[in-house]
Nanobody, 122 residues
Framework: QVQLVESGGRLVQAGGSLRLSCAASGGIFSNYAMGWFRQGPGKEHEYVASINWSGENTFYTDSVKGRFTISRDNAKSTVYLQMNSLKPEDTAVYYC???????????????WGQGTQVTVSS
């Protein structure tokens, strides 16, 4: 089972940008589709974005389209989430996940990281 560690979360002002990273180990990274989810205060895990094994296909939830970009570097076994034009409602713990196929469902992935906190001030 692949292990995942997120990093890059911090406090930012509304309108600012952050780049989250997720480093993978213990598996063949290019075999996995990758996803990003988030969990805000009092909420369940929400799908954010996903990317297939090669990086050629990407998908986003409507609320982040045009603002967030998911990418991957298979040589570095790392997936990224570039977040621009951040809004207070983006405040959440952000998690990366690895699975066989791209999916917007948390439970369909096989491995998950422990999360990194993103806080957007109003």
């Amino acid at each position: 089972q692949v292990q995942l560690v997120e990093s890059g979360g911090r406090l930012v002002q509304a309108g600012g940008s952050l780049r989250l990273s997720c480093a993978a180990s213990g598996g063949i990274f290019s075999n996995y589709a990758m996803g990003w989810f988030r969990q805000g205060p009092g909420k369940e895990h929400e799908y954010v974005a996903s990317i297939n094994w090669s990086g050629e296909n990407t998908f986003y939830t409507d609320s982040v389209k045009g603002r967030f970009t998911i990418s991957r570097d298979n040589a570095k076994s790392t997936v990224y989430l570039q977040m621009n034009s951040l809004k207070p409602e983006d405040t959440a713990v952000y998690y990366c996940a690895a699975g066989r196929w791209v999916s917007g469902t948390w439970s369909e992935y096989e491995s998950w990281g422990q999360g990194t906190q993103v806080t957007v001030s109003s």
